[in-house]
């Protein structure tokens, strides 16, 4: 990976110069961030990315749950939000609702569970999604048929020249697991609203879902989460397992078994291996069915 960032802006937290990813990215493979930076707080961030170099390129990663970061590392800057960025707190939202104010730090488990205490409603399915709140406005993540989009009031976003705006949920311009976030823009917060509710109904809904996930999906193993979006009308999971890919390996890069649109790292993979296996299943499906896949696992980086 050449370097493309010699020198770094001011900073109160810290900047680590070829931070490893590896040890904290799901998959737990891939090469180093150029310089992996954790800011202190958003004004440390705003000020930090009005100073970078503009041509420095800035990637925003949660937990890396959703995602390929490639064998020759990510090039420029990557931007990981720390703790104190996670805090979660309820307020009164109009006309009877109320709202949920979540950093951008904070997992999704947090929220769900935040709004149940609560007593707030039509949260719980983020109970399923294992990912942050940042990652959920980016990519509109939805589970259980709801969609981030559906209780997201607005988001506080740096962008990549340093200014803090709060955008509207309609300014985001929400498709399938994909929005109009800018390049390099950095979500620090996000507020949801939902209806009230019964806790020990809520908490029930939270229960299902966590079951539902834990009896279907992969959890316990080296994994990035679904791999491919649903195609219109149909899902990836079965379209996969009708082209024969369940259990597909190359090297120790696997289809699970237990859930198709998962792929594994069963030990010693690499990013390169997860991604050729992943293609290799888009071909077998554009064989069988004539459907392409789309990547939902977003994949970053330089091929080594």
Not at 51 to 78: A, F, Y
Not at 131 to 149: H, I, L, P
């Amino acid at each position: 990976m050449s370097a493309v960032c010699t020198a770094l802006p001011p900073l109160r937290g810290s900047a680590e110069h070829e931070g490893k990813l590896a040890d904290f990215i799901w998959f737990r493979t891939g090469g180093p961030a150029e310089w992996l930076v954790r800011p202190a707080d958003v004004r440390d961030l705003s000020v930090f990315m009005a100073g970078l170099d503009p041509e420095t390129p800035v990637l925003p990663v949660g937990v890396g749950s959703n995602l390929i970061v490639r064998d020759g590392g990510v090039p420029g800057v990557v931007v990981r939000l720390p703790k104190a960025m996670a805090k979660v707190s309820v307020e009164p939202g109009t006309k009877g609702l109320w709202r949920v104010r979540a950093g951008a730090a904070a997992m999704g488990i947090s929220v769900a569970s935040a709004a149940r205490d609560a007593g707030i409603a039509g949260l719980e399915f983020l109970r399923g999604i294992p990912g942050t709140v940042g990652g959920a406005v980016r990519m509109n993540a939805g589970a259980y048929g709801r969609d981030a989009s559906d209780i997201l009031v607005e988001a506080t976003i740096v962008l990549r020249d340093g200014r803090i705006e709060t955008w509207a949920a309609k300014e985001l311009g929400y498709s399938y697991r994909h929005s109009l976030l800018p390049r390099g823009a950095v979500v620090v917060e996000a507020l949801f609203e939902g209806v009230p509710g019964e806790p020990a109904a809520i908490g029930a809904e939270m229960d299902r879902i966590a079951a539902e996930r834990e009896a279907s999906q992969p959890l316990r193993s080296r994994t990035g989460g679904s791999t491919f979006k649903n195609p219109p009308f149909d899902k990836a999971w079965r379209l996969i397992d009708e082209a024969g890919c369940r259990g597909l390996r190359r090297g120790d890069a696997q289809v699970s078994e237990k859930h198709c649109n998962f792929l594994l790292n069963l030990g010693s993979a690499t990013s390169a291996d997860i991604e050729a296996l992943g293609e290799e299943v888009r071909a077998a499906v554009k064989a069988k069915s004539g459907i392409e896949l789309e990547w939902e696992i977003q994949r970053v980086g330089v091929v080594k």
